[in-house]
Protein backbone atom coordinates (compact mmCIF):
# COMPACT_ATOMS: atom_id res chain seq x y z
CA UNK A 1 0.00 0.00 0.00
CA UNK A 2 2.61 2.46 0.79
CA UNK A 3 4.70 1.71 -2.54
CA UNK A 4 1.39 2.03 -4.21
CA UNK A 5 1.09 5.28 -2.39
CA UNK A 6 4.80 6.59 -3.25
CA UNK A 7 4.03 5.53 -7.30
CA UNK A 8 1.26 7.72 -7.01
CA UNK A 9 2.82 10.56 -5.64
CA UNK A 10 5.37 10.55 -8.44
CA UNK A 11 3.25 10.07 -11.37
CA UNK A 12 1.66 13.24 -10.27
CA UNK A 13 4.71 14.81 -9.80
CA UNK A 14 6.07 13.80 -13.50
CA UNK A 15 2.58 14.77 -14.45
CA UNK A 16 2.69 18.43 -13.05
CA UNK A 17 6.66 18.44 -14.77
CA UNK A 18 5.35 17.74 -18.28
CA UNK A 19 2.69 19.93 -17.93
CA UNK A 20 5.33 22.53 -16.92
CA UNK A 21 7.60 22.01 -19.50
CA UNK A 22 4.46 22.38 -22.26
CA UNK A 23 4.27 26.37 -20.80
CA UNK A 24 7.66 26.68 -20.92
CA UNK A 25 7.91 25.19 -24.77
CA UNK A 26 4.85 27.14 -25.70
CA UNK A 27 6.07 30.26 -24.24
CA UNK A 28 9.24 29.77 -25.86
CA UNK A 29 7.54 29.69 -29.67
CA UNK A 30 5.88 32.57 -28.96
CA UNK A 31 8.13 35.19 -27.84
CA UNK A 32 10.30 34.90 -31.03
CA UNK A 33 7.77 35.14 -33.28
CA UNK A 34 6.51 38.08 -31.76
CA UNK A 35 9.71 39.78 -31.53
CA UNK A 36 10.22 38.78 -35.44
CA UNK A 37 6.67 40.59 -36.14
CA UNK A 38 7.86 43.64 -34.26
CA UNK A 39 11.46 43.39 -35.81
CA UNK A 40 9.42 43.45 -39.34
CA UNK A 41 7.55 46.23 -38.09
CA UNK A 42 10.89 48.11 -37.26
CA UNK A 43 12.27 47.50 -40.44
CA UNK A 44 9.24 48.65 -42.50
CA UNK A 45 9.16 51.97 -40.71
CA UNK A 46 13.01 52.90 -41.03
CA UNK A 47 12.61 51.80 -44.90
CA UNK A 48 9.96 54.16 -45.24
CA UNK A 49 11.68 56.82 -42.83
CA UNK A 50 14.87 56.18 -44.85
CA UNK A 51 12.81 57.07 -48.74
CA UNK A 52 11.25 60.00 -46.95
CA UNK A 53 14.97 61.28 -45.69
CA UNK A 54 16.03 60.23 -49.44
CA UNK A 55 13.52 62.16 -51.35
CA UNK A 56 13.81 65.25 -48.77
CA UNK A 57 17.65 65.39 -49.62
CA UNK A 58 17.00 65.09 -53.45
CA UNK A 59 14.73 67.83 -53.19
CA UNK A 60 17.43 69.88 -51.20
CA UNK A 61 19.79 69.09 -54.04
CA UNK A 62 17.24 70.67 -56.31
CA UNK A 63 16.57 73.47 -54.07
CA UNK A 64 20.10 74.39 -53.68
CA UNK A 65 20.55 74.03 -57.50
CA UNK A 66 17.81 75.99 -58.19
CA UNK A 67 18.59 78.74 -55.30
CA UNK A 68 22.22 78.95 -56.81
CA UNK A 69 20.93 79.97 -60.44
CA UNK A 70 18.79 81.92 -58.92
CA UNK A 71 21.32 84.08 -57.53
CA UNK A 72 23.23 84.14 -60.42
CA UNK A 73 20.62 85.50 -62.65
CA UNK A 74 20.86 88.94 -64.12
CA UNK A 75 17.37 91.11 -64.10
CA UNK A 76 17.08 94.37 -65.89
CA UNK A 77 16.46 96.70 -63.84
CA UNK A 78 14.85 100.76 -65.72
CA UNK A 79 15.25 103.79 -63.68
CA UNK A 80 11.99 106.06 -64.19
CA UNK A 81 14.00 109.08 -62.66
CA UNK A 82 14.81 112.19 -65.00
CA UNK A 83 18.24 112.58 -62.94
CA UNK A 84 21.27 110.52 -61.75
CA UNK A 85 20.10 107.86 -59.56
CA UNK A 86 21.59 105.18 -57.60
CA UNK A 87 20.94 101.44 -56.28
CA UNK A 88 23.34 99.94 -53.53
CA UNK A 89 23.25 96.75 -51.96
CA UNK A 90 23.96 98.77 -48.56
CA UNK A 91 23.30 101.42 -46.77
CA UNK A 92 24.93 104.71 -47.73
CA UNK A 93 27.00 102.39 -50.34
CA UNK A 94 29.58 101.53 -47.79
CA UNK A 95 31.14 97.90 -48.35
CA UNK A 96 28.74 97.12 -50.92
CA UNK A 97 27.71 97.32 -54.75
CA UNK A 98 26.76 100.66 -55.86
CA UNK A 99 24.70 101.03 -59.37
CA UNK A 100 24.08 103.97 -61.36
CA UNK A 101 21.47 105.62 -63.59
CA UNK A 102 22.48 108.73 -65.21
CA UNK A 103 19.12 109.19 -66.76
CA UNK A 104 15.37 108.13 -67.22
CA UNK A 105 14.90 104.76 -69.44
CA UNK A 106 18.27 103.68 -68.45
CA UNK A 107 18.41 100.31 -68.04
CA UNK A 108 21.22 98.27 -65.97
CA UNK A 109 21.08 94.20 -65.43
CA UNK A 110 21.78 94.10 -61.51
CA UNK A 111 22.64 90.42 -60.23
CA UNK A 112 19.96 88.80 -58.43
CA UNK A 113 21.77 88.08 -55.58
CA UNK A 114 22.30 91.78 -55.46
CA UNK A 115 18.74 92.61 -55.78
CA UNK A 116 17.52 91.13 -52.88
CA UNK A 117 19.48 93.24 -50.70
CA UNK A 118 18.36 96.41 -52.47
CA UNK A 119 14.77 95.58 -52.26
CA UNK A 120 15.14 94.94 -48.94
CA UNK A 121 16.56 98.12 -48.02
CA UNK A 122 15.01 99.94 -50.64
CA UNK A 123 11.68 98.48 -51.30
CA UNK A 124 9.54 102.09 -50.54
CA UNK A 125 11.41 103.29 -54.07
CA UNK A 126 10.03 99.97 -56.03
CA UNK A 127 6.66 100.43 -54.90
CA UNK A 128 6.80 103.90 -55.79
CA UNK A 129 8.33 103.14 -59.48
CA UNK A 130 11.38 105.28 -59.19
CA UNK A 131 12.93 102.09 -60.73
CA UNK A 132 11.09 98.98 -62.44
CA UNK A 133 12.02 95.51 -63.35
CA UNK A 134 11.65 94.02 -66.66
CA UNK A 135 9.09 91.69 -66.02
CA UNK A 136 5.99 90.16 -63.38
CA UNK A 137 7.79 87.00 -62.48
CA UNK A 138 11.13 89.30 -61.65
CA UNK A 139 8.73 91.07 -59.35
CA UNK A 140 7.23 87.28 -57.73
CA UNK A 141 11.33 85.92 -58.03
CA UNK A 142 12.58 88.96 -55.27
CA UNK A 143 8.57 88.44 -52.91
CA UNK A 144 7.37 91.90 -53.97
CA UNK A 145 5.12 90.90 -56.96
CA UNK A 146 2.02 92.64 -55.08
CA UNK A 147 3.62 96.02 -56.60
CA UNK A 148 3.50 94.81 -60.04
CA UNK A 149 -0.29 95.47 -60.77
CA UNK A 150 0.69 99.19 -58.99
CA UNK A 151 3.57 100.68 -60.72
CA UNK A 152 4.06 102.55 -64.19
CA UNK A 153 5.99 100.82 -66.78
CA UNK A 154 7.94 102.69 -69.11
CA UNK A 155 4.93 103.12 -71.51
CA UNK A 156 2.29 103.85 -68.97
CA UNK A 157 4.47 106.51 -68.35
CA UNK A 158 5.50 107.96 -72.05
CA UNK A 159 1.38 107.60 -72.45
CA UNK A 160 0.78 110.10 -69.03
CA UNK A 161 3.98 112.68 -70.39
CA UNK A 162 2.65 113.21 -73.81
CA UNK A 163 -0.34 114.92 -72.00
CA UNK A 164 -3.14 113.85 -74.56
CA UNK A 165 -6.29 114.46 -72.14
CA UNK A 166 -7.16 116.02 -68.99
CA UNK A 167 -6.80 112.54 -67.34
CA UNK A 168 -3.34 112.05 -68.03
CA UNK A 169 -2.80 115.29 -66.01
CA UNK A 170 -5.47 114.38 -62.91
CA UNK A 171 -2.86 111.28 -62.82
CA UNK A 172 0.50 113.16 -62.61
CA UNK A 173 -1.13 115.63 -60.11
CA UNK A 174 -1.60 112.17 -57.88
CA UNK A 175 2.12 111.24 -58.26
CA UNK A 176 4.11 111.12 -54.70
CA UNK A 177 6.82 114.15 -54.92
CA UNK A 178 9.94 112.30 -56.72
CA UNK A 179 7.87 110.78 -59.47
CA UNK A 180 6.25 114.17 -59.84
CA UNK A 181 9.25 115.88 -60.72
CA UNK A 182 11.04 113.27 -62.93
CA UNK A 183 6.96 113.77 -64.78
CA UNK A 184 7.39 117.33 -64.96
CA UNK A 185 11.63 117.44 -65.56
CA UNK A 186 10.55 114.76 -68.71
CA UNK A 187 7.49 117.14 -70.27
CA UNK A 188 9.69 120.53 -69.89
CA UNK A 189 12.64 118.57 -71.41
CA UNK A 190 10.28 117.72 -74.46
CA UNK A 191 8.89 121.03 -74.51
CA UNK A 192 12.67 122.71 -74.86
CA UNK A 193 13.29 120.35 -77.58
CA UNK A 194 9.95 121.29 -79.59
CA UNK A 195 7.44 118.84 -78.80
CA UNK A 196 3.73 120.11 -79.46
CA UNK A 197 1.82 119.45 -76.53
CA UNK A 198 -2.15 120.38 -76.69
CA UNK A 199 -1.98 124.02 -75.46
CA UNK A 200 -5.36 123.73 -73.21
CA UNK A 201 -4.06 120.64 -71.49
CA UNK A 202 -1.06 122.08 -70.81
CA UNK A 203 -2.10 125.17 -69.65
CA UNK A 204 -4.11 122.70 -66.89
CA UNK A 205 -0.92 121.44 -65.82
CA UNK A 206 1.01 124.69 -65.51
CA UNK A 207 -1.93 126.24 -62.84
CA UNK A 208 -1.63 123.03 -60.98
CA UNK A 209 2.15 122.59 -60.59
CA UNK A 210 5.45 124.56 -61.22
CA UNK A 211 6.44 122.87 -64.42
CA UNK A 212 7.09 126.66 -65.63
CA UNK A 213 10.21 126.64 -63.43
CA UNK A 214 11.78 123.16 -65.26
CA UNK A 215 10.91 124.94 -68.59
CA UNK A 216 13.00 127.79 -67.42
CA UNK A 217 15.57 125.53 -66.18
CA UNK A 218 15.97 124.06 -69.28
CA UNK A 219 16.22 127.02 -71.76
CA UNK A 220 18.70 128.50 -69.67
CA UNK A 221 20.93 125.14 -70.34
CA UNK A 222 20.42 125.62 -74.17
Not at 36 to 42: R, S
Request: proline share 1%; charged share 30%; net charge negative.
Amino acid sequence: MATTRKTTKKTDISDDILLEDNIVNETSEKIPKEMLDMMATYAKQIEELQKQLDAKNSENEIFKTEDSANHNKMIKVTSMLNNTYNLTTTKRGVGGRTYTFEKYGQTIPIRYKDLLDIVSLYSDQFEKGWVILSKKQDYIDLDVGYMYDDIFDKNKLEKIISLKTKGDVDIILELEDVMLDSVLSLIAERISKGFNYDFNILEMLKQETDINDYINAFNEDK
